[in-house]
Structures are given as C-alpha cells and as structure tokens.
C-alpha cells in the first residue's frame, strides 16, 4: 500500500523581489512557443517591400515572417482567455527563446517588440484608414504591473516613430477578456513607407507582465465609423482525451472503449455585431482515411450577435486497429458564410481576395498514437519544478497489462539549464526503492523539444508505476506544464524525506513513459545487472553488489575519500558516517569494465 504525505503546495508568481523557500513544488509562468505560417501558393503578391491594404492577420495560421518582423515576441494558442481568433501574440520579459533581457532581477525596460512591413498610403484618401486590434493583460500568464505598458506606435515621413495608443498594466486590467481597440491612422502618416509597431516595457528579468495581442486588421473605413467586422472564428485546439491521456501507444488502443473516448470539442466567437446561423462539422482520421463525427450540424439556437459558444462532437464509437506508429487527426470547420473581406465606402462594395475570412473556421489537431503515454496535449505554456537538492519529483501512470519502459521523454523548458546533472527514475511503487535510476544530463534542446533518455536495461512494470527525475541542485529545474488537462492529482515528489501529493498545481507534466511489449533486450542480455547500488541518496550505509575487482569513491572536487568498508558476498558496504553531506562518485572495477556511479549523501 502506497503511503503519501499531502502538503499544501505554493503558487509564486516569481515576484521582483521574492524569495522561495527550498524544499517546494511551484508553478511558473508562459514559456515560449513558435508557430510559423506555411507559404501559400498566392504569397508571391506579397513578396515585394510593400505589404497590401487592406491588411490582416489574427494568426491563426501562425507567425507570418513576410508580413512581420518579431523581435522577441512569442505564439501561443493557449495563454490568451477568451481569444476572438485562434492563436496569438504574446509580449513579456524574455526573448524568443525563453531567455530574460537582464538578469538584474529589478530591470525594467523596452522588452518584446513587433513591427509591420512597409505600407505605401500615398494611394489612399486621407482620413479613411483605421487600425483595429484586441489586447488583453495578463491572460493565463502574469498579470502587468502599473508602471508595464502595450505601447503602439507609427511611423511618420520623417523615419520618426510616434507613440498613438499606449495602456498600463495594474489590478483593474481585465484578465479574462479581450478588449478592441480602434485607432485613426491621421494625415501625417499618409506616406509610401508607413509602418506600425507595437512594444512592451516589462520587468526584463524573466517571463513576466505579458500582454495578448490578437487580430490586427489595417482597413479603409467611413470617417468616424469603426470597421465591421463580418467574421466567426474557432479560438482553441481541439480537445480530445482517450481515457485521462493526450496520447497512448497504438497498441493500447484496443485496450479502451468507447466510454474512454471523450467528445471533441472546441469554441467558436461571431465577432460581427449580428446574429448568424452557422453549421460545424468535424472529422476524425489519419493520413489514409477520415470518418465524419458531424456534418453540416446546425447550431441551435442561431449564434447572436458578439456570441461566443463552446460545442461538441458526436460520441466516437470506435477506431480501427493500427499496427503501425500512426496519429489521428482530429479536424473542426465552420460553415459560417464567411468570404474575402470586403469594406463599403459611399456605398460602393470592394471585396479584397488577398484576406479570406474563411482562414480562421477550420482548426486541425493531432492526437500521437505512438509508443509513449502522455497526459500533456503537446502545449506546454507553462512550466513547473522543485528546489530541492535530492529531490525527486515523479508522474504517476496506469497501464492495463505488463510493460517493458524503453525510454523516458521530458520537456525541460530552461535552455540555461542543460548540462545539469539528474537521475532518471522508474518506481514500480513509491514505498519501495526505485526499480531503475541512472545518472544523465539535461540536454541541449531546441524549439521545446522533449528530451529522450533510454533505459538501457530490461524494466518491466505493471498496473501503477511512476517516472521522473531527482535533481543535484536547490534550483528549480523546469519542467514543461500543460493546463489543457488538468491530471495534477498525478504528480507526487519528495523534498523532505517523504512523497507527497501535488494538490496545488494544476496541469499535466510533459514526463512521458514510451513502452513496448517486449523487452527491448533479451532475456539473458541485462546491461546493468551486474551492478546494483542501493540506496541512493543514502545517510550512512550505501550497499553495493557487483563481481568488485577494487572500488575508488571520490568528492565532487575529485579528491579520493577512504571511508569505512566491509566485504559481503555480494561485494561490499561503505559507510559513510562522519562524512560530509552532497554528492560523490563511486568507480567500480568489474570483470567487463569500469563502472562509474554518481551518490548522493544526505
């Protein structure tokens, strides 16, 4: 029976200024995250200096480097609440790769920066050009403080830049919902080469007072009447559990019923100011084969005006069998009615078909049917960890039959963290030693990837096992967070000697088992067997079993320690009483090679 300790766990928002206590679990804020845009076949009109009015880009289809250039600023298709569009832009603290402007705690100053490509108004009538926006403070991510500011400026026939709308942060900043901003272009910016950008001053010390920015649309308009904007969109990916998982491997997938399969679902937002009937439809499939779950479903009742909706699928009843690594796609369109956009000026009608408005009704996600479980749908905009030097924290998963672990992937979302020392850790029960645990270091990885360690000896586990890491270090280590499922109650770590349960955190931890139904190795091949080290951290009396032609343990400033040791039968018993807490290394001489183990005393 397994025995957990629950402790109340902290939130900190990485305050300027805070201190942590160790021993802690603790969330972090946004991490970055990078979409880009596919080129499209009509994208040679836009290869010249000169972007077309109108413009618009609500990212749906992710960063368009032709129409901007992005200093800093990252995508997220989750940070944002209540997004008009799918997709959006966030300004914070850190750079594009996640990294602080200033490791000066109490920095502040000009941070992430976004700038349009040139724009020739000579042609335009003045006064009839408008730029609509929608803001938002904070959204998931850290609310602003008063003295932070959303900047936007434009550039005038001088090359100067002219500040036109700026907002500061604080308390009373709406966090849930996004607000639009319409704004005059005046006569002086009516030039061949105008421009506009928007900028953010923050704390520049990490991932802090983010602002939301979404569907930007540059447009003739009457004087002094806002654009209408006859568009619906979808705001969110598809979301889609088997049982409490975002992925499972494809050989699982005949182990769940149709009762684990939950509904897709997913929201739509009519941003005109009328009401309009629409239809969804919604595909699931792989590359060879899609089967409808809804076609041309009407809602009922009709969207009003400014509405925004969440709907579902049709129950899934079942999947045919893969006997491949395969992924389904789950596919989400509107029929809304939608076309290219198009303005009314003195009554006369202009349809523009470089915007389609119909971008922004379809949204494709993916569910990984490969040889991992996960409970994190791939989205990891936040980031979690502990402080603790020897602290483990560990994932909980449940499989319906025997398996044999082949690896473990984590999403270590710090790039100044490679290179640190963990072991990787496999527990068949939290009660009991760990059933594998081997030294590696966090690796360099690029664009969030996850990084893959291979468990290079036979582990086979049953019905609940758990997998994570300990760490060498009172920093935090940071581990990617996924908010789209909430599995926290999954998590558990150790910081004091005892597990406990994660009850405050919410989210999934992109840890990840892959699994195989056969072992990896042959029965008789076991790489590791030959040396068993236990336990690990260890207080006083660390055992070893191995075939020893002679053992040699060292501090960590490589100086050779001769602490007290015993011959067993098995090998023999070191004692390390007396001797000073932290981390040793321990080489083993065996009949096949030397043997090298990192030990941690406590």
């Known amino acids: ?66 129409a901007w250039d992005f200093d800093g600023v990252i995508y997220s298709e989750t940070i944002g609440n209540n997004l008009p569009s799918f997709g959006a832009l966030v300004f914070d603290g850190v750079d594009a790769s996640g990294r602080p402007y200033s490791r000066e705690v109490r920095d502040q100053g000009f941070a992430d920066l976004l700038t349009s490509q040139e724009f020739d108004l000579t042609p335009l009538d003045v006064n009839t050009l408008t730029l609509t926006f929608f803001w938002q403070a904070g959204g998931k991510a850290e609310l602003p403080d008063e003295n932070d500011r959303l900047v936007l400026q434009f550039l005038d026939a001088d090359s100067l830049w002219t500040t036109v709308w700026s907002v500061n942060g604080g308390i009373e900043r709406d966090s849930e919902n996004f607000t639009r901003e319409t704004i005059s272009v005046e006569a002086e910016y009516f030039h061949e080469n105008f421009k506009f950008r928007f900028y953010n001053e923050a ?12 569907y930007i649309l540059l447009t003739p308009t009457p004087i002094g009447a806002p654009p209408s904007i006859s568009d619906r969109a979808l705001t969110q990916p598809n979301q889609f559990l088997i049982g409490n998982y975002g992925a499972i491997p494809y050989f699982l997938l005949d182990s769940f019923s149709a009762e684990n399969f939950s509904p897709i679902s997913n929201e739509f937002f009519n941003l005109e100011n009328r009401f309009r009937a629409m239809e969804y439809s919604v595909f699931v499939g792989d590359a060879e084969n899609t089967i409808p779950i809804n076609q041309n479903t009407p809602f009922n009742p009709v969207p009003n005006a400014s509405e925004r909706r969440a709907f579902i699928s049709n129950d899934l009843s079942s999947f045919e069998k893969f006997e491949s690594e395969t992924e389904l796609i789950l596919e989400t369109y509107l029929t809304t009615g939608d076309r290219e956009f198009f303005t009314i000026l003195e009554r006369d009608t202009t349809f523009y078909s470089n915007i389609d408005l119909r971008a922004n009704d379809t949204v494709r996600s993916t569910f990984p049917l490969r040889d991992y479980l996960a409970y994190d749908t791939g989205n990891p ?3 979690a960890g502990i402080n603790q030097r020897s602290g483990e924290l560990v994932v909980r998963y449940e499989i319906p039959q025997s398996l044999y672990i082949q690896g473990i992937s984590i999403n270590f979302t710090d790039p100044s963290q490679a290179d640190q020392p963990i072991d990787i850790l496999i527990y068949q029960d939290l009660d009991e030693p760990a059933v594998y645990r081997e030294e590696v270091l966090v690796p360099r990885s690029e664009n969030g990837s996850l990084a893959y360690f291979p468990i290079d000896t036979t582990i086979q586990v049953t019905e609940e096992f758990y997998i994570g890491f300990a760490q060498f270090t009172n920093e935090f280590i940071h581990v990617g967070l996924d908010k789209n499922n909430d599995q926290g109650e999954e998590i558990f770590y150790n910081v004091r000697g005892a597990w406990a349960q994660n009850e405050e955190v919410r989210g999934a931890l992109m840890i990840r088992p892959h699994l195989s139904l056969t072992s990896p190795f ?3 091949e076991l790489p590791d067997s030959e040396l068993r080290i236990y336990p690990n951290p260890v207080s006083t009396i660390l055992t070893v079993e191995a075939d020893i032609l002679y053992s040699q343990l060292f ?13 067993t039968t098995k090998g023999e018993i070191i004692n390390f009483t007396g001797q000073k807490s932290g981390v040793y290394v321990l080489h083993v001489m065996t009949p096949s090679g030397l043997k090298t183990k990192r030990i941690l005393v406590k």
């Open 381 to 383: 905009d936040y980031a």
């Open 522 to 524: 042959g029965d008789a």
């Open 203 to 214: 704390r520049l010390s990490g991932p802090f007072d983010a602002w939301i920015v979404n």
């Open 555 to 567: 501090d960590s400033f490589g100086r050779e320690i001769l602490p007290a040791k015993e011959v």
């Open 1 to 66: 029976m397994r025995k957990t300790l629950y402790i109340p766990l902290l939130f900190i928002g990485l305050l300027c200024g805070s201190e942590v206590a160790f021993g802690q679990f603790v969330e972090f804020k946004a991490i970055p995250q990078q979409k880009f845009k596919a080129a499209l076949a009509n994208q040679h009109s836009r290869i010249s200096n000169t972007a077309l009015i109108p413009f618009w880009d609500d990212f749906s289809q992710g960063l368009d480097t032709l």
